[in-house]
């Protein structure tokens, strides 16, 4: 027999845990499953400046996990897992990765957004021995090093810097001749005395040996105006920092999602609403969602709305069925 909760809550980052926290209050008895990366990408990220209430900043890490402390203080259950399919019905079935089922009356989808790769010859035999997506788990690595980061958004940059706390030497590739990253974030790179800017650089291949680890990336530099030219870039690492592919696999052909994968939840009729799907009772929040804001302050707001929604849609629901005795 499968388990029956209220609210089922998949994935556990900043939109997971803000939403566990809210349902737990209004006592609907959350579950939360943690999913692949329990505290999901905050949980990697070294410091958090911009979170709102934390002057001095707090560690990724140490902010998920208050969250999680602060959602069981008001009865929400969390554990492992992911969901594998959703058959959308009343209740709403699901599947987990080990076969389980769990029916719940409102699924919370929460499930976030996983580290993009280049798909380069060397990438896949080489990640985890010299290439990496994660600088506050692998930096350490690269003591007195020579490495590279590629990408030109904020986690790029982010990853970069940070990275300059190891390594004696950190290379940032970018396949254009200007950043997209937040303009404090440029200029703290670009004034790096340790990071040096490879503009108009892509990756071809990742070098190396499963046993010696990376050995050398050969890149091709279009320089402007000129012809490519392919060079050989000696570093120990690579740092994956390309943005992210939303993890919404499960929801193929159950919810509406756009051209990029990301669940659309933009069919509320009123303003501000937007945690709703196209199916009744499935609501989504934080990166599965977003791809325009994309901050853990936003992906908490969105967890909190798609908690309040899914509260009314049960306080309805309920009404409904007393009016049909
Ligand atoms: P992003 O802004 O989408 O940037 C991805 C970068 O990777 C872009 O520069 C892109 O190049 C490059 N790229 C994508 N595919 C590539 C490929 N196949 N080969 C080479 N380069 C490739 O992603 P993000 O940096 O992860 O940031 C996502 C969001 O999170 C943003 O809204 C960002 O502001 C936010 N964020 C904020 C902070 C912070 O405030 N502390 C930290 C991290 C992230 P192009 O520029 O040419 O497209």
């Known amino acids: 027999m499968s388990e029956h909760v209220p609210v089922l809550i998949a994935g556990s980052g900043c939109a997971g845990h803000t939403a566990a926290i809210y349902a737990a209050r209004a006592e609907l008895t959350p579950l939360v499953l943690e999913g692949n990366e ?4 905050l949980s990697l990220t070294s410091d958090v400046e911009n979170f709102p209430g934390f002057p001095e900043g707090i560690g990724g890490y140490d902010l998920v996990e208050n969250m999680k402390k602060q959602a069981e203080r008001f009865g929400a259950k969390y554990r492992y897992g992911f969901v594998a399919k959703v058959v959308p019905g009343t209740p709403i079935t699901c599947t987990l990765d080990d076969d389980s089922k769990i029916t719940c009356d409102a699924l919370i989808v929460a499930s976030g957004a996983r580290a993009r790769r280049l798909n380069v010859p ?13 600088a506050t788990c692998d930096g350490a690595f690269y003591k007195g090093q020579e490495i590279a980061v590629v990408g030109g958004g904020d986690s790029a940059m982010e990853e970069a ?3 300059t ?5 950190v290379r940032l590739l970018h396949r254009r001749d200007s950043l997209r990253a937040s303009k404090i974030m440029q200029d703290r790179l670009l004034n790096h005395p340790k990071i040096e800017v490879h503009w108009n650089t892509v990756v071809e291949s990742v070098q190396g040996t499963p046993e010696k680890g990376v050995e050398y990336l050969q890149v091709l530099v279009t320089p402007p105006g000129g012809q490519p030219e392919s060079q050989k870039l000696e570093v120990t690492g690579l740092f994956l920092g390309i943005g992210h592919i939303p993890n919404t696999e499960f929801l193929r052909g159950v919810c509406e999602l756009d051209e990029e994968g990301y669940l659309i939840t933009h069919l509320g009729k009123t303003n501000g609403e937007n945690v709703k799907t196209n199916v009744p009772g499935i609501f989504g929040c934080g990166d599965v969602v977003d791809t325009r804001y994309r901050q853990a302050i936003t992906a908490a707001g969105m967890g909190c709305k798609a908690a309040m929604d899914a509260e009314h849609f049960l306080a309805e ?3 409904e069925a007393v009016m049909s005795h």
């Open 38 to 41: 329990p505290g999901g990408q």
């Open 122 to 134: 060397g990438e896949n035999e080489l990640f985890g021995r010299g290439v990496s997506s994660c």
């Open 161 to 163: 810097i940070f990275l």
């Open 165 to 169: 706390r190891f390594a004696s030497k």
């Open 317 to 319: 629901r309920k009404a």
